[in-house]
């Protein structure tokens, strides 16, 4: 029933007035070559494949998914790194490492921890508190800083849910920190680093450059819907395992809805369809197209859409931003560091955020006897390390270990590796982050589609941005939404009653908070006439 009321919309909708206005005459012309199909999904890793699976279930099959790389998984991606006793390299995840917020029994499970069980991944508790600190002597315990830090996020947490229930207006986390007596000096290099540990780590910015509100709100919503529990993934088949089991679901062998090494240069959508051009010459004409991209890619003007994005799409899009999180692996020939302990924090005496916390897979639970451990980077200091020689970077970690253990004979490494996040042409960075001063409505003209042209992934998510979890629910809606449009049904979120088969809420004008009356001299305003002028 269902697929006869699509087959109708479909003869209806686009295949009979392909894609129509805007369109250039050479890509017109060609359009009768594309290949055809009723949802374009763009992207294969965590969202792509949650967004095809949606459609499976409600009986959509006729789909394709176009991904630039040889594999599917995106920015779940695993390399092997180092030798193991019998000459073998291990597992490592460049990408995404922890299932965060499994979830609590008899609660609501964290997708992802379903989709680990399903699929046997192997994982470890990540305990966040087993963690050694140091500076530039040593061992040097300011674990007390840890809890200062802890009592004073627990204020602004609280702060920033009254932000989002009143409705005022958005600050950064740094401010609700500050408030809540955690203010540490720039020379205050311990606090610095645990600053660093407690803020950055998780959001990959700094609190000063995050959203009060939604920075709070994102560990927050995690942590209370699922639990505040985080295990590490050690799998040696890699944590993308599990999207590979979601496609395996859904898309047999060779299955010609795959479309792997498909680089996405053009996208031509309207009203009635979405036209995408590939590098290799290759198009796919579809009714309806589900972009999954990066925040990166799409703020990198890799892909060219046809009509240009409109403004207030561009605008969400270089809003909102997309950090560096560099994960940077040694192995060595022993393990010189505590095998009992997962994390040891370093402040450096200058430089915050250099080499802060490194973490040990040399042990029980990870990979014990490897002699692996790895250090963790953030934007600036990532991009910096990203735009060096592999050498350079070596010798700047191998300073910093001979300084937290000065007692021991540190030998060279093995060997030795980190990806280039910000540069990675399918990816263009790590994660998103959302910016002081944001709001949703914001953040909905992220989300909105541009008629048939859909987007989703892990930006797009206000609730679970950053997370595998964020990406599994976007495509897992996109896909929903699609489906209830191309079959004329209006299920509704039985919360909200919202209806699905709508297109999403978009703000064309975003307000500011301040009338233009109240810049006024009397404000110290001074320059009054000049924006008079220009209203109408
Ligand atoms: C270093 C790092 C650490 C992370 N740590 C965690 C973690 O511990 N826990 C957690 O939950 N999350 C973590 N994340 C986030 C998590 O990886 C992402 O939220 C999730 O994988 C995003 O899925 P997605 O489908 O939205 O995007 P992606 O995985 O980026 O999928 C988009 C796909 O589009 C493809 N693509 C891009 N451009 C084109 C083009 N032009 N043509 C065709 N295809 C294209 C890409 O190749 C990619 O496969 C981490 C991410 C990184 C990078
Ligand atoms: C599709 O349906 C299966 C079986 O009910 C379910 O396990 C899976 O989570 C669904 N996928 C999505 C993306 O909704
Ligand atoms: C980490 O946990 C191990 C095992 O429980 C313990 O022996 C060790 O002392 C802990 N380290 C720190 C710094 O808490
Ligand atoms: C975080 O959750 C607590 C409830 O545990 C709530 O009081 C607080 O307002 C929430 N903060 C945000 C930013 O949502
Ligand atoms: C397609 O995109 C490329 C860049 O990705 C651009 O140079 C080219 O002009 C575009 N072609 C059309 C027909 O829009
Ligand atoms: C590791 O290598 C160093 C020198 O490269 C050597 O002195 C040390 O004995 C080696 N350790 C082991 C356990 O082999």
Known sequence: ???????????????????????????????????????????????????????????????????????IGGRAWHVPFGKDKNGEPYTVEMGANWVQGLGNPGGPQNPIWVLAQKYGLKTTYSNYDNIS???????????????????????????????????????????GLAMAGWNPKKNEMKAQAVDWWKWDFESNYTPFESSLVFGFASDNLTSNVFSDHDNFVT?????????????????????????????????????DGVTIHNRDGSCVSAAYAITTFSLGVLQND?????????????????????????????????????TDTQYFLYADPTTRGWYPVFQ????????????IIFVTLTNELAYRAENQPDEK??????????????????????????????????????YSNWPP??????????????????????????????????????????????????????TKYPATHQKLCHPRKRYETLHGTSPLADYSAVNGWTANSFYDSNTD
């Open 1 to 71: 029933m269902y697929l006869r009321t699509l087959s109708l919309a479909v003869l209806a909708g686009w295949a009979i007035h392909p894609v129509a206005g805007h369109v250039p005459h050479q890509l017109r012309s060609e359009e009768a070559t594309c290949k055809k199909t009723t949802v374009a999904i763009l992207g294969g890793g965590m969202a792509g494949i949650s967004a095809a699976q949606a459609l499976t279930n409600a009986s959509v099959h006729d789909f394709v998914i176009l991904e630039y790389r040889d594999t």
């Open 133 to 175: 600190t140091y500076d530039e002597h040593g061992y040097s315990d300011y674990s007390n800083l840890l809890d200062d830090f802890d009592a004073a996020s627990d204020i602004a947490n609280k702060k920033a849910g009254t932000v989002l229930a009143q409705n005022l207006q958005d600050s950064n986390a740094q401010t």
């Open 235 to 271: 799998d040696q088949r890699g944590l993308n395992t599990i999207i590979k089991g979601m496609a395996s679901t859904f898309l047999k062998e060779n299955d010609p809805r795959l479309h792997l090494n498909t680089k996405i240069t053009n996208i031509t959508y309207s009203n």
């Open 302 to 338: 890799v892909v060219t859409f046809s009509p240009e994005l409109p403004e207030w799409k561009k605008t969400a899009i270089h809003k909102f931003k997309l950090g560096t999180y560099t994960k940077i692996f040694l192995q060595f020939n022993e393990t010189f560091w505590p």
């Open 360 to 371: 040990s897979l040399s042990m029980p639970g990870f990979h014990p006897g490897s002699n």
């Open 393 to 430: 970077t070596k010798a700047e970690i191998m300073e910093v270990l001979r300084k937290m253990w000065p007692d021991k004979d540190i030998p060279e490494p093995t060997d030795f590796m980190y990806p280039r996040w910000s540069t990675e042409p399918w990816s263009y960075g790590s």
């Open 437 to 490: 001063g944001t709001t949703l409505e914001m953040h909905e003209n992220l989300r909105a589609n541009t008629e048939r042209l859909w987007f989703a992934g892990e930006a797009t998510s206000p609730t679970y941005f950053g997370f595998l979890h964020g990406a599994w629910f976007e495509g897992r809606d996109a896909g929903r939404q699609i489906a209830a449009l191309l079959q004329g049904r209006c």
